[in-house]
């Protein structure tokens, strides 16, 4: 993939709405530094303090984006705590700033990163530091320094991504019934809910099981089973049924036609459900 004359930082947060004055003071930091850049809201709308989110908006987006992207992620409830910051380079050469709190544990695995460092380099941060706000005065200055061609090296130490927190997702697969228990990663504006089953074509990935267009599921959530078809566009079914689809990102996601599945069946982030096959 070709390298870009104009980079890109790409913005991942938890601010909401309401805080889109916290963007923008990390946008003026970042433009101050690179007025060149160009800068993408990924999404500014994480549920607050979501590990669990982050990481699915991450893992799924980042991959669309050409080499030499810069992402900050600024989820971040441990701020001003002894959590680290790490700066990261992976092997599609692109570039993540962010706490280390659990959010690239479940993004890349330790292959996947060619180079990390703690973020330590006081010489690379917006002055005076507020212990409130790191990602106005840590990360997004350090990731416009990256867009400046600034060598991780510069901002730290050495960091081995085998020792990322971890923020283990629920994910049992029992081969015998053809059951997987797993957790709900991602709820989208319609309501629909995204597990963490991923889905290559119609295969389940890691197992032998099948999902064709048309075949039952059971779904057990809190002790009430749920019966759907899996099918592949939310007008096969009628009205208000609950289905199970591949959603666009490939995973095996909750759905109701024409109505919203975490309101009606009450799935939240994070929760655990079961499936039969």
Same mark, same amino acid.
């Given at each position: 993939?070709a390298?870009?004359?104009?980079?890109?930082?790409?913005?991942?947060?938890d601010f909401?709405?309401?805080g889109?004055?916290?963007?923008?003071?990390?946008?003026?930091?970042?433009?101050?530094?690179?007025?060149?850049?160009?800068?993408?809201?990924?999404?500014?709308?994480?549920?607050?303090?979501s590990?669990?989110?982050?990481?699915?908006?991450?893992?799924?987006?980042?991959?669309?984006?050409?080499?030499?992207?810069?992402?900050?992620?600024?989820?971040?409830?441990?701020v001003?705590?002894s959590r680290?910051?790490?700066a990261?380079?992976?092997?599609?050469?692109?570039f993540?700033?962010?706490?280390?709190?659990?959010?690239?544990?479940?993004?890349?695995?330790?292959?996947?990163?060619?180079?990390?460092?703690?973020?330590?380099?006081?010489?690379?941060?917006?002055?005076?530091?507020?212990?409130?706000?790191?990602?106005?005065?840590i990360?997004?200055?350090?990731g416009?320094?990256?867009?400046?061609?600034?060598? $991780?090296?510069?901002?730290?130490?050495?960091? *081995?991504p085998? =020792?990322?927190?971890?923020?283990? &997702?629920?994910? +049992?697969i %029992?081969?015998?019934?053809?059951?997987?228990?797993?957790?709900?990663?991602y709820?989208?504006?319609?309501?629909?809910?995204?597990?963490?089953?991923?889905?290559?074509?119609?295969r389940i990935?890691?197992?032998?099981?099948?999902?064709?267009?048309?075949?039952?599921?059971?779904?057990?959530?809190?002790n009430?089973?749920?019966?759907?078809?899996?099918?592949?566009?939310?007008?096969?079914?009628p009205?208000?049924?609950?289905?199970?689809?591949?959603?666009?990102?490939?995973? $095996?996601?909750?759905?109701?036609?024409?109505? *919203?599945?975490a =309101?009606?069946?009450?799935?939240? &982030?994070g929760? +655990?459900? %079961?499936?039969?096959?």
């Open positions: 993939m390298k870009l004359d104009k980079k890109i930082i790409g913005l991942v947060t909401g709405a309401k889109l004055h916290y963007v923008a003071s990390m946008k003026g930091i970042i433009l101050k530094i690179n007025p060149k850049v160009k800068i993408i809201d990924i999404s500014h709308n994480i549920a607050p303090f590990i669990i989110e982050t990481s699915y908006v991450v893992k799924t987006t980042h991959k669309y984006y050409p080499e030499d992207t810069v992402f900050i992620v600024v989820v971040d409830p441990g001003g705590s680290e910051i790490v990261i380079k992976t092997v599609n050469n692109q993540f700033v962010g706490p280390d709190n659990g959010i690239f544990s479940n993004v890349f695995s330790p292959d996947d990163i060619v180079e990390c460092v703690t973020v330590e380099n006081q010489n690379y941060f917006f002055k005076p530091i507020s212990k409130m706000f790191h990602g106005r005065d990360m997004a200055p350090v416009a320094y990256i867009t400046k061609n600034v060598p $991780l090296n510069n901002f730290g130490p050495s960091f *081995n085998s =020792k990322f927190v971890k923020y283990p &997702l629920k994910y +049992e %029992s081969p015998k019934n053809k059951k997987i228990t797993c957790v709900i990663q709820i989208d504006t319609f309501g629909n809910g995204t597990t963490n089953i991923p889905l290559q074509e119609n990935l890691g197992t032998s099981i099948i999902v064709e267009h048309g075949k039952k599921i059971v779904m057990l959530y809190k009430q089973e749920y019966r759907g078809k899996f099918t592949s566009h939310f007008e096969s079914v009205p208000k049924s609950i289905l199970f689809v591949k959603g666009s990102f490939g995973y $095996l996601e909750v759905s109701i036609n024409l109505g *919203n599945a =309101k009606e069946i009450g799935i939240e &982030l929760d +655990e459900i %079961s499936f039969s096959f």
